[in-house]
């Protein structure tokens, strides 16, 4: 699913096709596009703690069109506050490998700051360079008002913001890197449907789609059963942007993100899990690092 995979990796591997441009965005909410029908409101995670441990760590071999690109990592920070006040951070880093810094060297760094009761984001910090170009991203999250803010500089002395307002009932919209930790906490089941909306790299994507089935994985990191959600992201300011997209969770307690497929600017692009770092699992370094299905 984009914003949960292929968004997040075509922003990292492909940022220069939607890096900010030195004129400014309008700073009123737009309108969404009236193709794109209102979400319901998404539903209830599930009773009882989280299914990631505040240590947890994971690593991601990713390629394009079967090549070696980049490794990324995710990993949950020190919880700040307490009580209704509490955030959990999360963060991601992903570094392309000295292949594919021919093609288009990037570094990035993602923190989301989520409630840690129910999951969705109050901000999102994006700090991103390509090749000899540096941006960086913020975004506040407002349910209340049904709108997100969003605004970005650059090295090159470019900037803007722009006002996104959400059209979910519930006023309640995701960002690209919380949405991974937010989809492993819901009841998923076999069939079920979703629809959400969906920020990242200053863009709102709608993302729909269903649990299509049960199948097995076998990964870098071990292997797994899984569950693989299909569907599709359509953007908001753009409806004839559409990708396809799949992420294949481990169909047992830990809801491990296990593979993500989408497409990008330069082809089929992958992200496969090669390691975990958490107290109930620790992945095999010795395993092969295929993945098949």
Known sequence: MSPLASLILSALLAAASASPQASQA??????????????????????????????????????????????????????????AAAIQPVALQAQTNTFFDKVRKVQARLVSDLDARTLFPKRLHEDIAVDDRAYRHAATFDAAQKRITVTWTSAQGSG?????????TDGRA????????????????????FCVDILGLRRLWRVEG??????????????????????????????????????????????LPVAVMGVIDLGTLRAVLSSVRRPDFQSDPARPTGMTW
């Not at 240590?55 to 919880?79: C, H, N």
């Not at 803007?160 to 979910?168: F, K, M, Y």
């Not at 991974?180 to 906490?185: D, G, M, V």
């Open 26 to 83: 309008p700073k009123e909410p737009q309108a969404a596009s009236p193709a794109l029908a209102v979400c319901p409101p998404l539903p209830a995670l599930s009773p009882g703690p989280f299914p990631f441990p505040a240590s947890e760590k994971l690593t991601f071999d990713l390629d394009v069109t079967g090549a070696s690109a980049a490794t990324m990592t995710m990993e949950l920070l020190p919880r700040k506050g307490q009580g």
């Open 174 to 193: 995701l960002d690209y890197l919380g949405a991974f930790y937010f989809f492993r906490a819901l009841p998923l089941k076999v069939g079920e449907r």
């Open 210 to 255: 269903s649990v299509v089935g049960r199948e097995h994985a076998s990964t870098p990191a071990g292997e797994f059963p899984v569950l693989r959600l299909s569907g599709k992201a359509t953007r908001h300011d753009k409806p004839t942007d559409v990708r396809e997209l799949h992420l294949w969770l481990s169909d047992d307690a830990r809801r």
């Open 160 to 168: 803007g913001e722009r006002v996104w307002p959400t059209d979910a």
